[in-house]
């Protein structure tokens, strides 16, 4: 089933969150909670339009002060440096491993735990501990 995505802008009201639908003109709605909007600007546009509220996507934009669109922006952007520390830290141990480094020195360089290291890039073979990681350093395929 095909679906159509629509836009519920979100404003708090005393007690209530009013939602307003951009792109059919004057249909709104309420809801008590920023977690019942989708849900509600669903029905109300399944109903407007006739459609069955599956066919429906909603995507919840809601009006937050400063500090919380602020607060959104950094974890996001948070989240984007983890995961390219995560790509680099994984291209890095590869990069080591095909030079020959030892898997002791590979944590050092990159400020590592052995455990750590686990995670980035699977070794292959048995997991390393700290008394027996003198040897090559084996990055498994991914």
């Known amino acids: 089933m095909e679906t159509t995505t629509f836009t519920a802008l ?3 009201a005393g007690r209530w969150w009013t939602i307003q639908i951009p792109q059919l003109d004057g249909l709104t709605a309420q809801a008590r909670s ?4 989708e849900i509600m600007a669903r029905q109300v546009i399944a109903r407007h339009l006739s459609i069955p509220p599956e ?5 919840v934009i809601p009006d ?7 607060a959104l922006q950094a974890r996001h952007a948070a989240r984007q440096a983890v995961e390219a520390a995560a790509l680099a830290t994984r291209a890095a141990l590869e990069a080591l491993a095909a030079e020959g480094v030892s898997f002791h020195d590979a944590a ?3 400020g590592l735990t052995p455990a750590e290291i686990s995670v980035f ?5 048995t997991t390393p501990t ?10 498994a395929d991914r």
């Open 108 to 110: 050092i360089l990159l």
């Open 34 to 37: 920023l977690d019942q909007v």
């Open 10 to 12: 979100c404003e708090r």
């Open 121 to 125: 890039a699977p070794v292959m073979g």
């Open 130 to 139: 700290l008394d027996s990681n003198s040897g090559p350093l084996q990055v």
């Open 55 to 59: 066919s429906i996507a909603v995507e």
């Open 64 to 70: 937050a002060p400063q500090p919380v669109a602020y």
